[in-house]
């Protein structure tokens, strides 16, 4: 049996999952910008996000759980009862999401496979990979040439100077400069090892 992997605080977890039969999660523009909304409100209290894609019929997301500590200063007095665990909070949003999409598709039963995926990441070199494989993955399934063109990954908010969720300044420390960070998405690369250890 698989062993689920605990988002731990402190952590950085690549976390991905995919349709229920390779359903589509994303039928139209407007399921996205709801996902990201949900996302915003279920997932941004609890996880700092470095990236993120949404493709048809599967998700990528990067992100470091928050500690207790940082919860808490983000939260008014009267809203410390509401604090629950990571995966809790993870499994809120795609409940919140596949109950929309069954009332808005006439659709009903689950939409995601179950339990969703997650990969500890343990060292910068490993984030760096990440990154840049969740923005390839719309090149890499034949929906754009370069990850700028594709609209629903954080590529663009990396390379941006306009306010952003996104822990940008992390991001770029990473590749060590934005010319680093864009001259890196500019070579293409073969991701099968990473995609092996996922079981992509």
């Given at each position: ?152 990954s954080s590529y663009s908010a990396c390379i941006s100077e306009k306010s952003t969720k996104l822990k940008r300044e992390k991001v770029i420390s990473l590749f060590e400069n934005i010319e680093n960070l864009k001259s890196s998405h500019n ?14």
């Amino acid at each position: 049996m698989q062993k689920i992997e605990t988002l731990e605080s402190g952590n950085y977890y690549h976390i991905y999952n995919r349709g229920i039969n390779s359903e589509n999660l994303f039928k139209e523009n407007r399921n996205h910008e709801y996902f990201l909304m949900l996302y915003t409100k279920h997932i941004d209290p609890i996880a700092e996000t470095l990236a993120w894609c949404l493709l048809k019929n599967h998700f990528h997301l990067l992100v470091r759980i928050k500690t207790f500590e940082e919860i808490l200063k983000s939260h008014k007095d009267y809203e410390i009862k509401k604090i629950i665990p990571a995966h809790q909070s993870f499994g809120n949003l795609f409940n919140a999401y596949t109950k929309a999409i069954n009332k808005g598709y006439n659709r009903h039963g689950a939409l995601f496979e179950r339990p969703f995926k997650r990969k500890l990441i343990s060292n910068e070199s490993y984030l760096r990979s990440v990154i840049k494989y969740i923005h390839y993955n719309p090149v890499n399934h034949g929906f754009c040439e370069h990850p700028i063109e594709y609209p629903w990954s954080s590529y663009s908010a990396c390379i941006s100077e306009k306010s952003t969720k996104l822990k940008r300044e992390k991001v770029i420390s990473l590749f060590e400069n934005i010319e680093n960070l864009k001259s890196s998405h500019n070579e293409k690369e073969n991701f099968t090892s990473l995609e092996e250890f996922l079981n992509l």
